[in-house]
């Protein structure tokens, strides 16, 4: 409960921060992150301690974004873009638009409330072989197609979806349950905690 507590009090000075924060990472605070990039240590390293170091090494560097697990990376949910919108803002959001089905339906009809636009943000189909190939099916080439499918990574489960379940460790050295965070519970597996799974 500390660590939640702690965790709510840094976000709340980091959400008080957001008008004032740029559109771009300051490059001093950014050199700064270099002061992360340590070996990892043998044992594991008190909760707190992480946060406290994510916060004085990362928040400076960050840019303003009210979303969920924003350490400087790519940021997409439902989270900021129906906030947007319902400030009266349109919105284009990067991937992930959404962590699940209810949180699409939710998102869709904050849309249609506001009248806002909302574009997701996919820039892989404007690859050349992307936009080959739907060239082939616009004009029929591929024949009369009926399914689709579409995964990240293929149809396996390396980046998206459930893993084999593993033996969840103690929660001293990884609290499971507080790393999915707001994301649909799955089983534990190792191949989660790479850093970029949405």
Same mark, same amino acid.
């Given at each position: 409960?500390?660590?939640?507590?702690?965790?709510?009090?840094?976000?709340?000075?980091?959400?008080?921060?957001?008008?004032?924060?740029? #559109?771009?990472?300051?490059?001093?605070?950014?050199?700064?992150?270099?002061?992360?990039? #340590?070996?990892?240590?043998?044992? *594991?390293? @008190?909760?707190?301690?992480?946060?406290?170091?994510?916060?004085?090494? #990362?928040? @400076? $560097?960050?840019?303003?974004? $009210?979303?969920?697990?924003?350490?400087?990376?790519v940021?997409?949910?439902?989270?900021?873009?129906?906030?947007?919108?319902?400030?009266?803002?349109? #919105?284009?959001?990067?991937? *992930?638009? =959404?962590?699940?089905?209810?949180?699409?339906?939710? /998102?869709?009809? =904050?849309?249609?409330?506001?009248?806002?636009?909302?574009?997701?943000?996919?820039?892989?189909?404007?690859?050349?072989?992307?936009?080959?190939?739907?060239?082939?099916?616009?004009?029929?080439?591929?024949?009369? /197609?009926? =399914?689709?499918?579409?995964?990240?990574?293929?149809?396996?489960?390396?980046?998206?979806?459930?893993? *084999?379940?593993?033996?969840?460790?103690?929660k001293?050295?990884?609290?499971?349950?507080?790393?999915?965070?707001?994301?649909?519970?799955?089983p534990?597996?190792?191949?989660?905690?790479?850093?970029?799974?949405?």
């Amino acid at each position: 409960m500390e660590l939640l507590e702690d965790a709510a009090r840094r976000a709340i000075r980091f959400l008080k921060s957001l008008d004032g924060r740029p #559109v771009c990472a300051d490059p001093q605070a950014a050199a700064r992150l270099d002061q992360l990039l #340590v070996p990892a240590p043998r044992d *594991p390293t @008190p909760d707190r301690e992480v946060l406290a170091q994510l916060d004085e090494y #990362v928040s @400076p $560097a960050t840019i303003a974004s $009210a979303g969920p697990r924003f350490f400087g990376f790519v940021i997409g949910g439902s989270l900021p873009a129906t906030l947007a919108a319902n400030y009266g803002k349109d #919105v284009y959001c990067e991937k *992930p638009c =959404t962590k699940n089905i209810v949180e699409s339906i939710a /998102l869709a009809d =904050t849309f249609r409330r506001t009248g806002r636009v909302f574009q997701a943000g996919t820039q892989r189909r404007s690859l050349p072989n992307f936009m080959f190939s739907i060239d082939l099916a616009r004009r029929g080439k591929l024949g009369k /197609l009926h =399914t689709l499918y579409a995964h990240p990574g293929g149809l396996g489960t390396a980046t998206s979806g459930w893993a *084999p379940e593993e033996t969840e460790p103690d929660k001293d050295v990884i609290d499971w349950d507080l790393y999915l965070g707001p994301s649909a519970w799955r089983p534990f597996n190792k191949k989660f905690l790479d850093g970029f799974n949405f």
